[in-house]
């Protein structure tokens, strides 16, 4: 049908085999919480199949009386069953985030539905929603507004990156409404999941316990982002977390919540997937049954029979639920949305909140909340380190060789500052080591204090303040997949005074060119070894600040939002401590 297959471990496009739709004993309350939640507790467990003749064709109109379900080779008594006639809720999902690299070949999540609006059958009721980390808005579309889509705007605000996993829990929840007892969810998404609230197990204990069936449709990554061809469970972004592996996720998504998924590469295979699923839906029969509630150990194998001759039956067979009682899965009330009273991002305790909105402050006392622990970043006694030895040649080869878009500041290409993207020529000294976290900031004003003791390079002499090319460290803002700004403090040879710049770097691929805003600048040393940095980007103004002295003051407009973080380039350490960021 000209649908690419994904990987034998991703799914089998088309293939007979099919999803566990999902049926669930839903029981709705509302928490104790200053914002309104409801939680969602599920103990169905359900198998899906379906039954051909030996010609292949789809065997229907069979009854519950015809099956026997049984689990570890004992009989079950099935509590629901649907034979695939009756119509389907479906929702549409479409990632809209910054590391998609094919969404605007297919449209919006509307004008998707409104493809598949075309092969629904009456009755069948469709939403939408785009998404990105902010979910929606959630529209239920009437056959007359998908008739023409793009009167629709379902864009959600500017945003950080995509919460992949958090958009299929909402869609869920929407979905416990549903005047039908069918239901499907279509995620179009490259997989790549950066702001989540719920972690990828737990959106997998709520799939299974759901009534959808989910369908994945994967769409490739931004290039830059060189995620093609790892295999190890986490990939490195840029500001140095670690996230789900894509091809991880779309693989666990197929093998432990039974979704199917397509590769579409033309907007002629996305209708060939979108009927393939609808094929699906008709010919499917869904049985469910209640496990015992003893704690099981090892998965459970399921096993589906049909009491006709002449017939094969195939679906789910073996799956390893999670053993006990029933989970509990909390969400806003009024919007669906994962509740953030319940699944809150490490960084929130460190929140509170100024006369012009959010105060971050991090002292890095503890360890556990959220920035990144690697070897050369991680946490440390009296702040956060840093840490960017001078590596063999050997080594320098295989981070470049390893690096994706994560790990773009770490391959010993990408730092070297205005070398044209295709014209750079491996540099001798170390790469940049990068980390950032906490909130996503428009105008803000941030502060950090810095110790930082430089290493010469390759044995060769120090380099003067103005050479370029020098070890530097410093404070990173507005760090977004297309760039940053850096202030940077360099070696002086005046002891009395100290090196400061403020650059741009602007990502091209897998390289990046650097700008200079402001250059070398000597500023008066202060008695103490500790550097106060700050930063106050309001709209296009920068100014940058040297122990609470304003400096210098630019104008830029390049970048107007992204994450606070800290760089050091070259070899040496760097210990960052008493950061605080404010809202402007």
């Known amino acids: 049908m000209g649908i690419n297959r994904a990987t034998s471990r991703l799914g089998r496009v088309l293939c007979p085999f099919v999803l566990s739709l999902l049926l669930l004993n839903i029981r709705l309350a509302f928490a104790q919480s200053p914002i309104p939640t409801m939680h969602i507790e599920v103990d169905l467990q359900p198998v899906e199949v379906q039954v051909k003749d030996l010609h292949g064709n789809d065997v229907l109109g069979l009854s519950a009386k015809d099956f026997t379900v049984l689990e570890n080779g004992k009989p079950q008594k ?20 910054n590391s998609m690299g094919s969404t605007g070949t297919l449209g919006s999540a509307t004008t998707i539905a409104a493809q598949f609006m075309r092969i629904a059958r009456p009755g069948d009721d469709i939403s939408a929603m785009d998404f990105t980390d902010q979910m929606g808005p959630f529209e239920y579309l009437t056959s007359k507004q998908l008739q023409n889509p793009s009167a629709i705007s379902l864009a959600p605000a500017p945003s950080s990156g995509s919460a992949l996993y958090d958009a299929i829990a909402s869609a869920l929840c929407h979905l416990r409404s549903s005047k039908n007892p069918r239901q499907a969810i279509i995620v179009v998404s490259d997989g790549v999941d950066q702001h989540s609230r ?17 369908f994945m449709i994967g769409l490739q990554s931004r290039s830059d982002f060189n995620f093609q061809g790892h295999v190890e469970p986490k990939v490195t972004l840029i500001s140095g977390h670690d996230i789900d592996n ?6 666990r998504l197929m093998k432990e919540s039974g979704a199917e998924s397509f590769i579409p590469n033309s907007e ?5 997937a979108l009927k393939a699923v609808s094929d699906m839906l008709q010919s499917e029969y869904t049985l469910a049954y209640y496990p015992e509630k003893t704690v099981r150990k090892g998965p459970r194998k399921i096993e589906v029979k049909v009491h006709r001759k002449g017939v094969r039956i195939f679906g789910s067979r073996v799956v390893n639920p999670t053993a006990g009682a029933a989970h509990q899965f909390h969400f806003d009330k009024a919007t669906c949305t994962v509740s953030p009273a319940f699944y809150k991002y490490p960084y929130e305790a460190k929140l509170t909140h ?3 909105g959010m105060i971050y402050r991090e002292d890095f006392s503890d360890p556990h909340t959220g920035w990144p622990v690697h070897k050369d970043s991680h946490y ?7 840490d960017n030895h001078p590596s063999t040649d050997q080594d320098a080869a295989s981070a470049g060789n390893s690096a994706g878009f994560g ?12 070398a044209a993207p295709f014209d750079i020529e491996p540099p001798t000294f170390h790469p940049n080591i990068l980390a950032a976290y906490g909130p996503w900031w428009h105008d803000f004003r941030a502060s950090v204090n810095l110790k930082a003791v430089f290493e010469e390079i390759h044995n060769e002499p120090k380099r003067k303040p103005s050479d370029e ?5 410093g404070l990173v803002f507005r760090m977004n997949i297309g760039g940053y700004y850096a202030l940077l403090v360099g070696d002086s040879t005046d002891k009395d005074k100290l090196s400061i710049e403020l650059v741009r770097r602007d990502y091209f691929g897998t390289f990046y060119t650097e700008n200079q805003l402001i250059p070398w600048t000597l500023v008066t040393q202060p008695p103490s070894s500790e550097t106060e940095l700050s930063a106050e980007a309001i709209g296009k103004q920068i100014s940058i600040f040297v122990d609470g002295q304003e400096v210098k003051t630019v104008q830029d407009d390049t970048y107007d939002d992204g994450y606070v973080g800290f760089v050091i380039s070259g070899p040496g350490r760097a210990l960052f401590s008493d950061l605080l960021v404010e809202q402007k």
Do not use: C, H, K, W
Not at 198 to 214: E, N
Not at 246 to 251: A, H, Q
Not at 268 to 272: F, G, Q, V, Y
């Open 78 to 97: 099935i509590a629901f069953f649907d034979s695939g006639n009756g119509p389907v809720s479906l929702v549409v999902l479409l990632d809209s985030s």
């Open 198 to 214: 719920l972690t990828l197990d737990q959106l997998i204990d709520l799939v299974r316990s759901s009534r959808a069936q989910l």
């Open 246 to 251: 894509p091809t991880v996720v779309f693989e």
């Open 268 to 272: 002629r295979t996305l209708n060939e």
């Open 354 to 356: 100024g006369p012009n």
């Open 380 to 386: 440390a006694s009296g702040g956060y380190e840093l």
């Open 407 to 418: 790990n773009l500041d770490r391959s010993p290409t990408a730092q070297l500052p205005r």
């Open 469 to 473: 090319a020098r070890p530097t460290a």
